[in-house]
């Protein structure tokens, strides 16, 4: 089991900047490909960023340039560095965490925390 835990949500103004942290519970965190998903109201949550074991990154299309995902696997932890936040990226911010082993791929997923972007 993996517990994950998100930090570092808030209301910030349009332009502003925040970084979200999330610190995992298991010790085979550095195998493991993580990522950070959001949900705004009304809509399906959507994939954010993503880093995987390799340190490769991939982010939506509508994040490229402003935010930045990366890990540091001595504290367990993965980051999101959000910049010239925008009122679009108002949602709930939520960690996951992808486990693969020999039969399946086993998901883990934090209980998220708020980013609102308004003036």
């Known amino acids: 089991q993996v517990q994950l835990v998100e930090s570092g949500g808030g209301l910030v103004q349009p332009g502003g900047s925040l970084r979200l942290s999330c610190a995992a519970s298991?010790?085979?965190?550095?195998?493991?490909?993580m990522a950070w998903y959001r949900q705004a109201p009304g809509k399906q949550r959507e994939l954010v960023a993503v880093i995987t074991s390799g340190d490769s990154t991939n982010y939506v299309d509508s994040v490229k340039g402003r935010f930045t995902i990366s890990r540091d696997n001595a504290k367990y932890t993965v980051y999101l560095q959000m910049n010239s936040l925008k009122p679009e990226d108002t949602a709930v911010y939520y960690c996951?965490?992808?486990?693969?082993?020999?039969?399946?791929?086993?998901?883990?997923w934090g209980q998220g925390t708020q980013v609102t972007v308004s003036s």
């Open positions: 996951n965490a992808k486990k693969y082993t020999s039969v399946a791929v086993m998901d883990y």
């Open positions: 298991a010790s085979l965190f550095s195998r493991m490909t």
